[in-house]
């Protein structure tokens, strides 16, 4: 029990629907994780790793069902359907409840609740929020230590009576057919039951921190976005920050951690988040951005010393990792890693590993949790109260034909469009097909609390109220050849599109006016060491008019879903970029 009698209050109610054995309030400490871990040990809920290798690491493996988000369980629960918009699954709030509270009545029989509160921002921000989560899983438990602020730390900045998300979780029976991920963004409220996946579990991340954040940034005038926020230094030692936006299998937490090439002596990247962003415009008229979250949940599969190096390091000690295979040596393997899997390694099932089955070793969406202070280049502002300023906004996908490299809106408007307007194909491994198209507007469609049409015109009216904002980017590290093949190195050799990029922002780079945008000539990036010519630099660079008029048709019917919330702004926008488009689509209506 604590001194907030809201808190208490509710704790007690959820206390007599779920009727637990024991009730434990989490604080936080290093002698509450060891006493849980050790549990867990015993219970096999985690197995250890090689403490010399992986200290203080384990794994956790699901059930076979409980493995992903599962979006259409995901539920907005506004009052009125129209708030939740056409990209949402919604359901009325008396509705949700009637038919989930069953589900928790007495699910937590023989079981611990525990009591989990938890900060979203630095401890010393005034931008941080609390959530309360209720849980039977010590796995969660331990989750949320590592991916927030969790315990006394929490409930200091709550006080007597401050604000806070309540969300109750339970995993009942794992019954994917009562599984169920509720959003109630009129009380603030979160239910999640049936699952012990992260993206289902963890309240704090996609639950709070975007789907019911971004109601709330709406409602307070600030943004919950689903992106990235790096530090780009200079030769000269000038940080410049960056936010941006990718859709999945894009590489954003590899751009969030991009070690620069040797051919860019004296550049430095600094990680201060690698998924959620939290925006206010600041004293100064800028836009100032916190991370929300204290850890990475990342995705292991194609994790290397290649592709991630830093995330790599990042991950060797005070990890969790779940649903990845198990060598002989008691280490987490998986699919991309460095070096093919040992003889005698276990698949993330716990059966023996067969390379010639076909099947994968680890879930292609195994994970790791890590906390964020152990990346080797995490921003010394990472935690910093006031957040760090946004000079640019990049979006991107990926995109084999129709997007250039890179191109800069023409202003705050036309760069809300590009973000609405992304769209990303989908991989084989991803999705079964490759070359499928999926929009993904500012790579929020799966995480927006509310009707994205009101969601663009939030955007359009911040750009408004921000005195100096950020310039707006779209960057392609996927465009292929006729012939099939990538143009473009990506990894680190991304940094020479940042540094165009930082030069826009400074004034500094040259540019020419496109139909899509401001573009670089090849001359204009920096591309020495590189084995990229005049030719395949033109490639990488042009806009393909045929591609895009061939784009018209299905914006148009993805924008027409949001009818009359569809604000003016966007609408102009389609129809201009129409027009740059040729006569041929000038007079298509978006």
């Not at 992106?227 to 936010?243: K, W």
């Not at 929300?292 to 060797?316: C, I, K, Q, Y």
């Not at 389609?574 to 027009?579: Q, V």
């Amino acid at each position: 029990m604590v001194q907030h009698a809201a808190l208490n209050s509710w704790v007690k109610e959820c206390e007599r629907l779920l009727k637990p054995e024991r009730v434990v309030w989490c604080d936080g400490s290093e002698a509450e994780h060891e006493r849980m871990v050790r549990e867990m040990l015993d219970s096999k809920t985690l197995l250890p790793l090689n403490p010399k290798s992986y200290p203080h690491c384990y794994l956790h493996r699901s059930v076979p069902n409980d493995v992903a988000r599962v979006e259409g369980c995901t539920f907005i629960c506004s009052s009125k359907k129209e708030d939740a918009g056409p990209t949402n699954n919604w359901m009325a709030p008396a509705e949700a409840k009637d038919k989930v509270r069953p589900i928790f009545e007495g699910s937590m029989r023989g079981r611990t609740m525990y009591v989990v509160p938890y900060l979203m921002g630095p401890a010393a921000s005034p931008f941080a929020k609390v959530g309360v989560e209720i849980t039977d899983s010590p796995y969660v438990v331990a989750n949320m230590r590592i991916m927030t602020r969790m315990g006394a730390v929490a409930l200091e900045h709550l006080g007597s009576g401050g604000d806070f998300v309540p969300g109750m979780h339970s995993t009942a029976d794992l019954n994917p057919d009562r599984r169920f991920i509720l959003h109630f963004p009129d009380e603030n409220l979160i239910w999640s039951v049936g699952s012990g996946y992260g993206g289902n579990a963890l309240l704090g991340k996609k639950c709070f921190a975007l789907r019911l954040a971004s109601v709330l940034a709406r409602r307070e005038g600030w943004m919950a976005e689903h992106m990235l926020i790096m530090g780009v230094e200079d030769p000269q030692g000038e940080v410049t920050y960056v936010a941006a936006a990718f859709p999945s299998a894009c590489g954003k937490t590899n751009l969030a951690m991009l070690v620069p090439p040797a051919s860019l002596p004296g550049y430095k990247i600094w990680t201060v988040g690698d998924d959620i962003a939290w925006l206010r415009v600041g004293e100064d008229g800028r836009l100032w951005a916190i991370n929300p979250e204290a850890g990475f949940f990342g995705v292991a599969p194609g994790t290397n010393t290649h592709s991630n190096p830093n995330a790599m390091r990042s991950l060797e000690r005070n990890t969790i990792f779940t649903n990845v295979a198990l060598t002989p040596s008691n280490e987490p393997w998986w699919e991309g890693m460095d070096g093919p899997a040992p003889p005698g390694t276990l698949d993330w099932q716990g059966r023996p590993y067969d390379p010639a089955s076909g099947q994968k070793a680890a879930h292609p969406n195994a994970r790791f949790t890590a906390p964020a202070r152990q990346c080797p280049i995490v921003s010394k502002h990472w935690e910093d109260p006031k957040g760090v300023p946004i000079s640019a906004i990049i979006f991107g996908g990926r995109r084999s034909r129709v997007g250039p490299l890179v191109y800069e809106g023409f202003n705050w408007q036309h760069g809300t469009f590009m973000g609405a307007s992304m769209t990303s194909e989908t991989t084989a491994a991803a999705a079964g097909a490759v070359g499928v198209v999926r929009r993904d507007p500012m790579a929020m469609l799966p995480f927006c609390g509310y009707n994205m049409g009101d969601y663009f015109q939030h955007w359009l009216d911040m750009g408004k109220a921000i005195p100096r904002p950020p310039r707006i980017f779209h960057v392609n590290w996927f465009r292929k050849s006729a012939g099939g093949n990538f143009l473009w190195p990506g990894f680190g050799e991304n940094l020479r599109v940042l540094k165009w990029i930082i030069g826009r922002v400074k004034g500094e780079a040259l540019a020419v006016e496109t139909a899509l945008g401001f573009m670089p000539t090849v001359e204009d990036l920096d591309l020495e060491g590189l084995d990229i010519g005049f030719a395949k630099g033109r490639a990488l660079l042009s806009v393909d008019y045929d591609a895009w008029r061939e784009e018209i048709p299905g914006l148009n019917e993805f924008l027409n879903k949001f009818g009359s919330k569809l604000p003016a702004g966007i609408h102009d926008e389609g129809k201009a970029l129409a027009k740059r488009l040729g006569p041929e689509v000038a007079n298509w209506v978006i």
